[in-house]
């Protein structure tokens, strides 16, 4: 009778110990980073050649990336000129504007990859040697240089994939799958002339 008093009172002491042991772990549980709030995406391109040459497509999404935006278009490219990207993204609903792309996407560059995409416009891009690494010894994408060819209209895309699963950037514009997209930004009726 003794020896079963004694099980029984280790069974109720083991119990303690692992409840006790499991709890811990759930009072700390692991900090959580909130996505972004992304309202403001400019482009602007600006001529090599000829700085008062520029090009600027503007996506404008108060609620951010998942709400409604107004995409505008400022100027258009030069036929054979090179222009060089910069990259401006914010987030405006707070005072001051927070700097997303220098505050948020270039310090974690390993989990974010810019991709892009043309259609029906004559535009080659590179990513610049100086370009900013990203996932698996790419190029982040925020610094590019980007090619009018013979005059044409047509669409401009740019995509920030969140954790990709894989990147190539061998074509310049950058393919990615798996991950989430913080962006995916149509530009319609881009022109070179």
Request: aromatic residues 6%.
């Amino acid at each position: 009778m003794k020896t079963i008093k004694n099980l029984t009172n280790a069974f109720f002491a083991l119990i303690l110990v692992a409840t006790f042991t499991s709890c811990s772990d759930d009072d700390n549980p692991a900090p959580v980073n909130p996505e972004e709030l992304i309202t403001n995406v400019v482009l602007t391109f600006t001529n090599d050649a000829d700085a008062m040459d520029t090009v600027t497509l503007t996506s404008i999404a108060p609620d951010g990336q998942d709400g409604t935006s107004t995409e505008t278009i400022s100027g258009s490219f030069t036929s054979g000129a090179t222009y060089s990207l910069s990259l401006a993204i914010t987030n405006t609903s707070e005072t001051p504007a927070d700097d997303v792309l220098n505050d948020d996407i270039i310090p974690e560059a390993d989990e974010h990859f810019f991709a892009y995409a043309v259609n029906s416009i004559n535009l080659t891009m590179t990513r610049d040697a100086n370009d900013v690494d990203g996932p698996e010894s790419s190029k982040l994408g925020v610094n590019t240089t980007w090619v009018a060819g013979a005059a044409s209209t047509g669409n401009v895309q740019i995509r920030l994939i969140h954790e990709p699963t894989s990147v190539d950037d061998s074509d310049g514009f950058g393919t990615a799958t798996g991950g989430s997209e913080d962006i995916n930004i149509v530009f319609n009726g881009v022109a070179i002339q």
